[in-house]
């Protein structure tokens, strides 16, 4: 059963005469990384307030369709229910840090559960440690650079052992080295924790890498589905003004001059390996 189902879900917003979502068909599998993309007002952050609810239960408005989250109707179940199986990070970390030190953030939401002060312990380290973030536990939130208090959120989020992870541009603040750390770590807890992340993001040549699966949206509809080359091979997506990876529209540009690589690249390690495979049988001569 997939942890995330969108069933021709519409939604519009109560003071609005269009839609903001179209006809949202939409399975994600328990461990996918799938990123979320398209150009801005095509609906990214109205889809992300579904996935825990804010969608209908704040957000006044009228749904047509279903969406359940990890077994559960998102009409039917309340926002404090579906906190603890989806967690959200915000484009901006100062919109989610507030306490006088680290620790204390990363423990808000397990005080408010109730948490036993000893795995509610265990629960903090374990997600400064993954998080990269142990040794500013004891800091305050405004001494952190933009990069850590990002980490730092999601490490916050992590506490609550969500099944589901949505991060919401969580790079846009932030320079290319802090943006590459923060993909790296949610990269890591995908891989290596099985997390299932629903990534907002415009940086698609950083992001990709780590990516199982692309969802492009425009006007409120999902446009196109699928694997990062496929998706970035769609001439209709580059239409769009979607970040496409560089190396990916260097590739085509080779095509079209005669140069066949024989395949699509999405980082520069994979053009590289692509222009030397290309070198070695000739094909490029």
């Known amino acids: 059963m997939p942890v995330v189902n969108f069933k021709n879900f519409t939604y519009k917003y ?138 730092v959120a999601i490490a916050s989020v992590l506490a609550m052992k969500p099944k589901v992870i949505v991060l919401d541009e969580p790079t846009s603040f932030l320079d290319p080295l802090s943006a590459q750390r923060i993909l790296e770590v949610v990269g890591h807890l995908n891989r290596d924790f099985g997390l299932t992340v629903v990534l907002v993001e415009h940086r698609l040549d950083l992001a990709s890498v780590y990516a199982h699966r692309i969802l492009v949206m425009d006007e409120g509809a999902i446009m196109t589905s699928g694997t990062p080359k496929e998706v970035f091979g769609n001439r209709d997506v580059w239409a769009l003004g979607v970040g496409v990876p560089k190396v990916t529209r260097l590739c085509q540009y080779l095509e079209e001059k005669g140069v066949n690589l024989g395949d699509i690249a999405v980082t520069p390690d994979e053009a590289a390996e692509l222009i030397l495979r290309c070198k070695m049988v000739d094909r490029c001569q």
């Not at 359940?68 to 404090?80: H, L, R």
């Not at 002060?117 to 305050?140: C, P």
């Open 14 to 151: 109560s003071d609005s005469e269009k839609p903001a979502l179209k006809d949202i068909n939409i399975e994600i599998e328990s461990g996918e990384f799938v990123i979320l993309t398209g150009p801005s007002g095509c609906g990214k952050t109205t889809l992300c307030r579904c996935f825990n609810g804010l969608i209908p239960h704040f957000y006044n408005g009228e749904i047509k369709g279903n969406l359940s989250i990890a077994g559960f109707d998102v009409k039917e179940t309340p926002i404090s229910v579906l906190s603890q199986y989806v967690g959200f990070v915000f484009q901006n970390p100062e919109n989610q840090l507030f306490a006088l030190s680290v620790e204390k953030d990363v423990a808000f939401g397990l005080e408010n559960l109730g948490i036993d002060r000893r795995e509610m312990s265990e629960r903090v380290n374990w997600a400064l440690e993954v998080t990269g973030t142990k040794d500013l536990r004891e800091k305050a939130p405004y001494e952190l650079s933009g990069g850590q208090q990002q980490r």
